[in-house]
Each structure stands twice: as structure tokens, then as C-alpha cells.
């Protein structure tokens, strides 16, 4: 299977975007995909995932209320709504799939990162 997010763009702070996830390849061996974002100079911080068997989710504080994830099974997509944006939302955005949903997000337990889709968001 292979990702690639789209959606990204530039906005002023309080604005909106939507991201999108789309997966070519059957994701059936997989249980889980999750939004990660990487600021310049900055580790790469899990923000949210989904659970592909119940629709399960999980937010990072630090957008909690203000994102949400989605998932379209018809589509093989999975979309992260993200409203009252920050400055320090600004960020490249990536998707990847994980074997297992959990309410934590460790780079490790994700892969096939597909290529990234950059935020910016001014004040």
C-alpha cells in the first residue's frame, strides 16, 4: 500500500484546512492510520489517528478540539479537519499506517509514511 496526503496550504491563524489520506493497495493488514506532523527543527509529534475496525480515535492534546479524523472506507481515505489553526500548527504533515490502534502515537509503530503536505499558518 502506499499514502500520499494532500490539503495542505497557507492560512491565517483561525482558519481551516482539510487534509486528505489516500491509500492505493489494500489496507487490510493494517489496523490503524495516523496524522504526524514535523516542524523545521523539531521531532516529528503524532497528532491523531483512527482505527480502520471501529472508527476508534485518538488526539494529541495539543490539537484536541480543534482537529478532527475521518475516514471514508468507499474511498480508501482518511481526512483530518483541522479548524482554529495556529501559527504553530505550521508544520509538514504526514499520514502512515500502524499494525495496531493505540492511544499513543510512536513513530516507530508507523510506516509506509507517505509524502508529506505542508501547513503554514500565519499570524
Known amino acids: 500500500v502506499q499514502l500520499q496526503a494532500s490539503g495542505g496550504g497557507s492560512v491565517q491563524a483561525g482558519g481551516s484546512l482539510r487534509l486528505s489520506c489516500v491509500a492505493s493497495g489494500s489496507t487490510l493488514d493494517y489496523d490503524a492510520i495516523g496524522w504526524f506532523r514535523q516542524a523545521p527543527g523539531k521531532e516529528r509529534e503524532g497528532i491523531s489517528s483512527?482505527?480502520?475496525?471501529?472508527?476508534?480515535?485518538y488526539y494529541a492534546d495539543s490539537v484536541k478540539g480543534r482537529f478532527t479524523i475521518s475516514r471514508d472506507s468507499a474511498k480508501d481515505t482518511v481526512y483530518l479537519q483541522m479548524n482554529s489553526l495556529k501559527p504553530e500548527d505550521t508544520a509538514v504533515y504526514y499520514c502512515?499506517?500502524?499494525?495496531?490502534?493505540?492511544?499513543?502515537?510512536?513513530?516507530?509503530?508507523?510506516?509506509?509514511w507517505g509524502q508529506g503536505t505542508q501547513v503554514t499558518v500565519s499570524s
Open positions: 483512527i482505527s480502520l475496525s471501529d472508527d476508534d480515535t
Open positions: 502512515a499506517v500502524a499494525d495496531d490502534f493505540a492511544r499513543t502515537m510512536v513513530v516507530s509503530a508507523f510506516g509506509l
